[in-house]
């Protein structure tokens, strides 16, 4: 069963406007949520992260919300560029896990267009 | 820094026939990751260290044995490689292993077992 899931295959959007993207998670343990960001035929690369003792955390144009009622995040990006078009990973952890091991979401494919 | 590497980035394999996978890290990381991500699947874990000399299971362990002679270096090995293991690999490290700390990840190797 997955504990971190990303319902949206794919998402278009129009350049300038806010891209969300969503993600779910239902082990109540994870406390510690990342967004990665890959491109085709590269490795994924660090985005953004947020700690469930906040509900939101931003960088720039990037803006991750927790909501942990609802075990629910979502990453906005505003206003959203054609470089930006790349799959979106969603990953959760247990702070205080040693390992660091992350269990990711399937990935969201953002396509920003001109 | 050259970051992350990874070797070879593409391979081809029949049913049976044995190979490894390198990663080599040049940032001193202590953690080191390796995942497979499959069409349309997020990043699983196959196999982790925590340090040189260390080896741990991950999620997805069948079929796959892991080595950390050296801090810098995680090989994954196939013994008999089979179908089912044709997947994009991607190695990751991290330095402490901390939930909070980036993993930085490599390129990949596609691996095709025909």
């Known amino acids: 069963d997955q504990q971190v899931k990303q319902n949206s295959p794919s998402l278009s959007v129009q350049e300038g406007r806010i891209s969300i993207l969503n993600c779910d998670y239902t082990n109540s343990m994870f406390d510690y949520f990342l967004w990665y960001k890959k491109y085709p035929a590269e490795g994924p690369t660090f985005l953004i992260s947020?700690?469930?003792?906040?509900d939101k955390n931003e960088d720039g144009r990037f803006t991750v919300f927790l909501n942990k009622s609802a075990k629910h995040l979502s990453l906005h990006i505003v206003p959203s560029q054609p470089g930006d078009s790349a799959v979106y990973f969603c990953?959760?952890?247990?702070?205080?896990?040693?390992?660091?091991?992350?269990?990711f979401g399937k990935g969201t494919k953002l396509s920003v267009k001109p | 820094n050259a970051g992350v590497t990874q070797t070879p980035k593409f391979r081809v394999l029949k049913t049976g026939q044995s190979m490894t996978l390198l990663c080599a890290q040049d940032?001193?990381?202590?953690?080191m990751y390796w995942y497979r991500q499959d069409p349309g699947m997020g990043l699983r874990l196959i196999h982790y260290?925590?340090?040189?000399?260390?080896?741990a299971k991950g999620e997805v362990p069948d079929g796959y044995n892991v080595s950390r002679l050296k801090k810098q270096n995680f090989l994954l090995g196939l013994e008999s490689a089979a179908p089912s293991q044709t997947s994009v690999y991607f190695c990751a490290s991290v330095l402490a292993g901390g939930s909070t700390d980036t993993q930085y990840f490599g390129p990949g190797t596609r691996l095709t077992v025909l």
């Open positions: 940032m001193n990381h202590e953690y």
């Open positions: 990953a959760a952890s247990v702070y205080g896990g040693s390992q660091g091991n992350l269990i």
């Open positions: 947020i700690s469930s003792i906040k």
């Open positions: 260290s925590v340090g040189e000399g260390t080896t």
